[in-house]
């Protein structure tokens, strides 16, 4: 049987890929006005195209997305949103999928495809980990995005979780930038990209149902990013534990 699920996996994986890419090439022209727009009418736009994209793709490949605790952002400030990170599904799960306009912190690296870097650019504060010159800019092209009205949303963790615990340690940048910036945390866990596309398989995708869930928001106000972070992850482990 796990033969079979391995072979259906990466027919699957083919179809997904192959309606990605075709459908990629019709929405970028509703995209095209992102070229023109400043912040934060560009995210907005930017948000509101990849979410009928997205909807479409998710739908279609087996992979419908529930999303509960919207109720969290009513009357709440802009903010820095924190979520695990299992898969490449992922970014395209949570960015379109927020309560409000949002920019995310993305690998560099994927920008320089035609097209997709494009898309994938105009919703993303992009950085390059491996150069200190481009981590700084991007904390401070972050705080910007944040002076515009728009949440900021990071993965703390760094990169995929490819452990079998609920999270992996977090890196410290999301709470220095919300300590400094004064604004609350929104901790959000994204349910079952894992089974769907593990990061430890090559080309391989399992349809199957998607959650998104917003917690509680947490006040940076009067805590340092240490303490902030600690109470961020127990917060989010403890829950993932309790709905996983």
């Known amino acids: 049987m796990n033969f079979f699920k391995e072979i259906f996996a990466r027919i699957w ?7 990605f890419v075709s459908t990629m090439l019709i929405a970028y022209i509703f995209y095209i006005p992102c070229h023109f727009l400043k912040e934060p009418q560009k995210a907005n ?25 919207k109720k969290y952002f009513k009357g709440l400030p802009n903010c820095v949103i924190v979520c695990n990170h ?4 992922d970014v395209p799960v ?25 898309i994938y650019s105009f919703g993303s504060v992009l950085v390059d980990r491996k150069n200190d010159a481009s981590r ?17 949303v990071i993965y703390p963790e760094g990169t995929r979780n490819r452990t079998d615990n609920p999270l992996t340690a977090f890196h410290d940048g999301a709470f220095r930038l919300a300590v400094d910036t004064n604004k609350p945390i929104v901790p959000t866990l994204v349910f079952n990209t894992r089974k ?19 917690l509680q928001p947490i006040e940076s106000t009067g805590l340092s990013p240490k303490e902030l972070k600690e109470k961020v992850f127990a917060v989010m482990w403890e829950y993932f534990e309790k709905n996983k």
């Open 13 to 19: 994986a083919l179809w997904a890929l192959l309606f």
């Open 86 to 89: 299992n898969s490449l599904l």
């Open 45 to 69: 736009w930017h948000r509101y195209v990849s979410r009928v994209w997205m909807f479409l793709f998710l739908t279609l490949t087996g992979c419908p997305l529930k999303v509960k605790g």
């Open 94 to 118: 949570t960015t379109p999928f927020m309560a409000r306009a949002n920019k995310t912190i993305a690998k560099k690296s994927f920008a320089v495809f035609p097209i997709f870097g494009w």
């Open 136 to 152: 700084r800019k991007s904390y401070e092209d972050m705080k910007l995005v944040l002076s515009q009205g728009l949440d900021m």
């Open 196 to 214: 769907i596309s593990p990061a430890n398989k090559f080309f391989y995708m399992m349809p199957h149902p998607l959650e998104m869930h917003f």
